[in-house]
């Protein structure tokens, strides 16, 4: 029985590991995006004042 067990599971494990290998994957890419847009969002008004600030030096 548990080696019925665990042939079962070696046999499923494939499709598990990519299921949960592409949904964690998928999962770090929206936390990162998620991330990166509310960090932009956050320091817009320092960004473009920086921007505007090294524009006016150098023109």
């Known amino acids: 029985?548990?080696?019925e067990l665990l042939g079962l599971n070696w046999a499923n494990s494939?499709?598990?590991?990519?299921?949960?290998?592409?949904?964690?994957?998928?999962?770090?890419?929206?936390?990162?995006?998620?991330m990166f847009?509310?960090?932009r969002i956050s320091m817009r008004k320092s960004d473009e004042f920086r921007i505007r600030a090294s524009w006016e030096i150098e023109h």
């Open 37 to 39: 847009v509310y960090f």
């Open 1 to 3: 029985m548990n080696c």
């Open 14 to 34: 494939w499709s598990i590991f990519f299921l949960g290998f592409s949904t964690g994957s998928l999962l770090l890419t929206l936390i990162f995006t998620i």
